[in-house]
């Protein structure tokens, strides 16, 4: 798109991507980011169930929408997880204050069954649906979003994991990162769709942890808790406990550096997690050989204090 002939779309784009907020306009008929705006193209369910974009699932609601794939390797697999927890951390307000949509990028792979089955991998709670569709009504409405980007284009992994927020009512819309701390994400939604008392009040810092935490804390709190806990039991993923007596040290490091790449090696391990997990893929995350072994560090200390404090206490004392 040439910059002598930017659309609206194009405008909106950079709005968004400025991480301005469209400021309150009326979303009737003839409004700025209304159903003269917003494309009316039908989308189907993971039930199967086929809905119109804007009649549907924006027409006065509140609502919070992103773009993922079900085979994605990169940021998807991430994204899913953190906001499983925003849906959580919310409530029953999804689905009846604010409703959540995922719309495939890959509509010729994400058919509603597998929606369906991605959705049950991430144990997904009410009011928040999964969507796919042909593929040039897709493309219209991430462009209508501002939610694709040139790298959409050459590299479906490139996409942008963001998270559009908006009112359709009054016409307010910001982006988010998908991938933030989920309570922080959850507190900027809810202030920003006006929820009283959603999420206790904290600040940016305690949300996005306080500088005292170690550095390993932080990674693993940002990166990897979203799936996994060290000590606690499985969730989306295993527990890491122990994990670097279980397994080599230079095979674990190898895995949180590039598990797409040991994948698609086939490398025994990996495929038998890969199967266990419900065909889960763990993200390539882009972490430098600094923070792998940050976050192993972390891990066997977790792992240390987790066998400690369950270890039987000794009537003598001893």
């Not at 784009?13 to 003839?30: K, Q």
């Not at 939610?147 to 479906?156: A, E, F, G, P």
């Not at 927020?165 to 910001?174: F, H």
């Not at 701390?181 to 769709?193: D, G, H, T, V």
Request: aromatic residues 8%.
């Amino acid at each position: 798109m040439r910059i002598r002939r930017r659309s609206k779309v194009g405008w909106f784009a950079l709005l968004v991507a400025a991480g301005g907020l469209l400021g309150p306009r009326p979303a009737a008929a003839g409004g700025s980011w209304g159903a003269d705006y917003f494309p009316n193209v039908p989308l189907i369910t993971q039930d199967g169930k086929v809905v119109r974009f804007y009649d549907d699932l924006l027409k006065g609601k509140s609502v919070a929408i992103n773009l993922i794939y079900t085979t994605c390797s990169a940021s998807c697999p991430l994204e899913t997880a953190k906001l499983t927890q925003v849906q959580r951390i919310l409530g029953d307000r999804v689905g009846k204050d604010v409703f959540f949509y995922s719309i495939s990028i890959d509509p010729k792979h994400d058919t509603p069954e597998v929606l369906k089955a991605y959705m049950q991998k991430y144990h997904i709670g009410p009011g928040w649906l999964f969507l796919t569709g042909r593929e040039e009504d897709i493309t219209l409405v991430a462009k209508k979003l501002g939610l694709s980007s040139l790298t959409d284009l050459s590299n479906r992994d490139g996409h942008m994991p963001s998270l559009m927020v908006g009112n359709e009512p009054t016409g307010k819309w910001v982006r988010q990162s998908a991938v933030d701390n989920p309570r922080f994400l959850a507190a900027q939604m809810a202030n920003f769709l006006g929820f009283r008392n959603a999420v206790p009040a904290r600040s940016y810092a305690e949300l996005t942890e306080p500088p005292k935490v170690d550095e390993g804390a932080r990674l693993f709190n940002a990166r990897c808790a979203a799936c996994h806990t060290v000590g606690k039991g499985d969730g989306v993923g295993p527990d890491l406990a122990n994990v670097t007596k279980r397994r080599d040290h230079c095979w674990v490091g190898r895995y949180i550096t590039e598990p797409d790449k040991m994948l698609a090696e086939r490398d025994p391990v990996a495929v038998e997690l890969f199967a266990r997990y419900k065909s889960v893929r763990m993200p390539n995350l882009s972490l430098t050989p600094e923070e792998v072994a940050l976050l192993l560090s972390h891990i066997e200390k977790q792992g240390k204090s987790s066998a400690e404090a369950s270890r039987p206490v000794s009537l003598s004392g001893r």
